[in-house]
């Protein structure tokens, strides 16, 4: 073969090699704009496939409850009756004893609620009763409202208020408002999250409380379904003005979770606080992360 020829085929070779490698950088590159499209756009969907999977429902809800139904009991009615007084006395028992309390032997279920925590500079929702203040407080209103942040797409707002009659029961309401901005569509998608409590502090301590409570959860936008929820919190205040606070909430919504964890610290200065902190929701099968901030008020 001639010497122009063999350069010739070499060069031929070089030129097809350089144009496959360009091809397959540019189908690389396009692969990873396509998989990267495609992680924004399911990222950019949670709130509508929680939506979603709430107005669908558990399809185990009607075989489990069939199945349970079909099923009878060939315990005698003797059996029943011995078992159903034994089964109502452990639940007075634990309701009493471990939801409530001995008011008898236990001093700090009468404990005074505080005007507002540190309000003296040591204690925080509630103090000794046989401790001599100035101001009785009768009842208090606490309002909380907070930004949660997850990304620029995914934020809202989360605003609480308690209602305290007095230091035995309260009531609690907490509405989030969540919003997931789709940047490749230009839509909005938003969801609205109620829980409703009647809240108890089983335990109230100088500087720590813990409690329980029950009520109803709400989802509202396309879904508007009511569901139970039940919970428990705790707050621990130290003696620098400042306090931690932890909560978990779980309901169902159509045989679906809509769970809530909150922990937080704050910031307290008069009858006013700062707070930051973390919350975690569970909306159907969806999880949602945020960074928390914000402030709040006693009246």
Do not use: C
Not at 9 to 24: A, D, G, P, Q, T
Not at 119 to 130: L, M, Q, R, T
Not at 160 to 180: G, S, W
Not at 202 to 216: I, Q
Request: charged share 20%.
């Amino acid at each position: 073969m001639p010497l122009s020829d063999t350069r010739f085929s070499n060069n031929s070779v070089r030129f097809l090699i350089s144009i496959e490698k360009h091809f397959m950088k540019k189908r690389y590159f396009f692969l990873i704009i396509l998989f990267a499209s495609f992680a924004t756009v399911s990222a950019q969907n949670k709130l509508e496939k929680s939506k979603s999977e709430l107005n669908s429902g558990s399809k185990n809800n009607s075989s489990s409850s069939s199945s349970k139904s079909s099923g009878k009991s060939s315990v005698d009615d003797d059996d029943i009756g011995f078992f159903g007084e034994l089964f109502m006395y452990m639940t007075f028992g634990i309701f009493k004893y471990g939801l409530i309390g001995d008011y008898t032997n236990e001093d700090h279920l009468y404990s005074n609620l505080t005007p507002y925590p540190f309000y003296n500079g040591k204690s925080g929702n509630y103090e000794n009763a046989d401790t001599d203040t100035v101001q009785k407080t009768m009842n208090r209103i606490d309002i909380e409202n907070k930004f949660i942040y997850n990304n620029s797409r995914l934020l809202g707002n989360h605003l609480e208020v308690k209602a305290r009659p007095f230091q035995y029961f309260y009531i609690q309401a907490d509405y989030r408002k969540l919003f997931e901005f789709n940047k490749v569509h230009n839509t909005t998608n938003n969801l609205s999250l109620l829980h409703l409590n009647l809240a108890y502090d089983r335990v109230r301590l100088e500087k720590f409380n813990l409690g329980w409570n029950l009520g109803a959860s709400y989802i509202g936008n396309e879904v508007n379904k009511f569901g139970f929820s039940y919970g428990l919190s705790a707050d621990y205040f130290m003696t620098n003005q400042i306090s931690f606070s932890a909560s978990q909430q779980w309901s169902r919504i159509n045989g679906l979770a809509v769970n809530a964890f909150e922990i937080q610290s704050k910031y307290h200065r008069k009858n006013y606080f700062f707070t930051l902190g973390y919350e975690r929701l569970k909306i159907a099968t969806p999880t949602y992360n945020f960074i928390t901030v914000g402030g709040g008020i006693y009246f």
